[in-house]
């Protein structure tokens, strides 16, 4: 199985960079984890959306092709949003915006948000309710909020919090395999008859 993690800061050096490669290497670790792919807004900063994708500019689609192969041949995605003033990051919100072709189509979706301090919950609300519609993501009833990010994942545990890191470190496994055996239920899904972006392309 492929899951793709996207990293929605678009911030150099940031948090959320930090949790997605944690959460890769916790991943990679699983046997049910053939691949996993890493997609980082803070390398690959999008250009805002506009009509050239419909309309099969070459710009945009040497600049989404490959990107586009990557989520198409993944099972799963685990996506990650800081909360920037109480909100998604722009970057994130934009990503959402260029896949309506089924690369995100009928596939679970983990959400992970990271805050400095107590927040995080905002971020999954503003996802819940506004970024699958056309794309048809599927995200888990079940997701994580990194509180206190700083405190934890850190490179080097001296650095972790002690009574933190280990609670982090379970529910992550928790998530993880859940997400994990819904990227395997769902290809049963994908394979029938009973969705079609043919028949509606944008969903109500």
Known sequence: MKITIISGSHRQNSQSTKIAKAMQSALDALPQCDESYLFDLADNPLPLWDEGI??????????????????????????????????????????????????????????????????????????????????????????????NVESVFNDD????????????????DYCLKQLLTYGEAFKQIRASDAVSLETYGSGM
């Not at 040497?62 to 998604?88: T, Y």
């Not at 990503?95 to 189509?105: I, P, Q, S």
């Not at 545990?157 to 992550?172: C, G, H, I």
């Open 54 to 147: 419909w309309n099969g500019d070459a710009k945009w689609q040497a600049l989404l092709g490959p990107i586009s192969e990557q989520l198409a041949s993944s099972d799963a995605f685990i996506v990650i949003a800081p909360e920037w003033h109480g909100m998604a990051p722009a970057g994130l919100k934009n990503f959402f915006l260029m896949w309506g072709k089924g690369e995100l189509a009928h596939k679970p979706a983990l959400i992970v948000t990271v805050s400095s301090a107590d927040g995080g919950s905002y971020p999954v609300a503003e996802l819940r309710m506004s970024s699958y519609k056309n794309n048809r993501i599927c995200f888990l009833p079940e997701h994580l909020i990194v509180r």
């Open 157 to 172: 545990d001296k650095d972790n919090n002690p009574s933190a890191q280990p609670y982090f470190d379970d529910r992550l």
